[in-house]
């Protein structure tokens, strides 16, 4: 069975950072691109980046590109994204998703990231 | 990067047809995938590619495309069926993925 669980998520104050993880079992990681999506509460989803299965392509929405770097560690089953600089309009649930190229299929039950003073 | 156009909000009766579209040019290009979000849960993948259903989605649940429109149709919904509904597909570069804003369907 698949399963994604992020983790890293909390009250930060506007400008700090944080860092989330999702750690990835039931399926082989290392084969798979993975992706980060958020939603604001209330609000849709909001893609905000991908990486590819060996690191070598990775894609960022204008809204966080120069302020969240998205990593993985193959061997650790795991992704993450490191957010700097954060404001109040990043606060969301943060969705770690699987991606098989035409489709993000399986995703994680998310974690809360609150930026507020 | 591309747009993917919903309507905010569908209703329909209880056991009828209902379809909730998806609009943007990326779609002439690539399928459109369907999820399903009730409130408090993870999107859940329902349909993708030319109208494949993942394991455990049930049949009324289908896709189609025409142009640069795809649609989402429940045939006979269920109580059960009132949610969320975001459509996403690749945007026009093939790197980025792009989502529709959501349409929430009411059951009644």
């Known amino acids: 069975e698949v399963q994604l669980v992020e983790s890293g998520g909390g009250l930060v104050k506007p400008g700090g950072s944080l860092r989330l993880s999702c750690a990835a079992s039931?399926?082989?990681?290392?084969?798979?691109?993975m992706n980060w999506v958020r939603q604001a509460p209330g609000k849709g989803l909001e893609w905000v980046s991908s990486?590819?299965?060996?690191?070598?392509?990775?894609y960022y929405a204008d809204s966080v590109k120069g302020r969240f770097t998205i990593s993985r560690d193959n061997a650790k089953n795991s992704l993450y994204l490191q957010m700097n600089s954060l404001r109040a309009e990043d606060t969301a649930v943060y969705y770690c998703a699987r991606d098989r190229e035409i489709v993000v299929d399986y995703w994680g039950q998310g974690t809360l990231v609150t930026v507020s003073s | 990067s591309s747009e993917l156009t919903q309507d905010p909000a569908v209703s329909v009766a209880l056991g009828q047809t209902v379809r909730i579209t998806c609009q943007g040019d990326?779609?002439?290009?690539?399928?459109a995938s369907w999820y399903q979000q009730k409130p408090g849960q993870a999107p859940v993948l329902i349909i993708y590619g030319k109208n494949n259903r993942p394991s455990g989605i049930p049949d009324r649940f289908s896709g189609s495309s025409s142009g640069n429109t795809a649609s989402l149709t429940i045939t006979g919904a269920q109580a059960e069926d009132e949610a969320d509904y975001y459509c996403?597909?690749?945007?026009?570069?093939?790197?980025?993925?792009?989502f529709g804003g959501g349409t929430k369907l009411t059951v009644l």
């Open positions: 990326s779609l002439r290009s690539y399928y």
């Open positions: 990486i590819s299965s060996g690191s070598s392509y990775i």
């Open positions: 039931g399926f082989t990681f290392s084969s798979y691109s």
């Open positions: 996403n597909s690749r945007d026009s570069s093939g790197n980025l993925w792009v």
